[in-house]
């Protein structure tokens, strides 16, 4: 297993082999998660939402029905495709070709108050963990929330999912931030950050 992040050819390759390759449209695993998942979202009205990894915008869908504005980011071209097509007609997405973290997309997310990070954490080396939460932290408003949800079984990735929701739940620890909120499930966990109140 190699500790380099994976690259953005990597995940074209699967998406052009396989337009979904990790059945995100139709598994009940999928369906659940999305459902933790979205209960797990601000009580409050979501001005800009800003989705990393959104692969063929099966949550960017569900996010844009219940947020003002969705940045919705993805590193694989055929994915995005994809995630226009199923997000078609609705107004309140814009997508961005990014490979993360250094093509974070700083003045798209800037003053963002909900971040998605689902299921991508574990693609990347330890240290693009800690500089993607770097630059997450950087672009939140002050009231953001941030969700991660991480994979906690066998992987060949460069993390596991929980090296990877760890070196991202520190590095926000030390800059303020608080995890309100740890859910596991048989296959996945959740974690959800926020900054205490000033």
């Known amino acids: 297993m190699s500790h380099d992040s994976w690259t953005s050819d990597i995940f074209e390759n699967l998406f052009r082999s396989r337009p979904d390759p990790w059945a995100l449209a139709d598994s009940p695993y999928e369906r659940d998660k999305l459902a933790h998942l ?3 979202l601000p ?9 990393l990894g959104c692969a063929i915008g099966v949550t960017t869908r569900n996010l844009a029905s219940r947020c003002d504005r969705v940045v919705a980011v993805d590193a694989a071209q055929s994915a995005l495709a ?7 007609g609705l107004e309140n997405i814009v997508f961005r ?3 993360l973290p250094g093509g974070f997309p700083v003045r798209d997310a800037e003053g963002c108050d909900l971040i998605v990070v689902s299921e991508i ?3 990347l080396s330890e240290a693009d963990v800690a500089e993607l939460a770097s630059r997450v932290m950087a672009s939140a408003a002050q009231d953001a929330v941030i969700l991660l949800v991480n994979w906690t079984g066998e992987t060949d990735t460069p993390c596991t ?7 991202f739940v520190t590095a926000c620890r030390a800059h303020g931030w608080r995890r309100d909120r740890a859910e596991r499930r048989a ?4 974690d959800r950050l926020v900054r205490p109140r000033t």
Do not use: I, K, W
Not at 43 to 51: D, F, I, N
Not at 161 to 167: E, L, S, V
């Open 38 to 40: 979205l209960r797990n």
């Open 161 to 167: 999912g929980d090296q990877a929701a760890t070196t």
């Open 97 to 99: 070709e990014a490979f």
């Open 82 to 88: 994809a995630a226009r097509q199923r997000c078609a």
């Open 187 to 190: 296959s996945y966990r959740l």
């Open 43 to 51: 009580e409050r009205p979501v001005r800009l939402a800003l989705e």
């Open 121 to 123: 954490l574990y693609f």
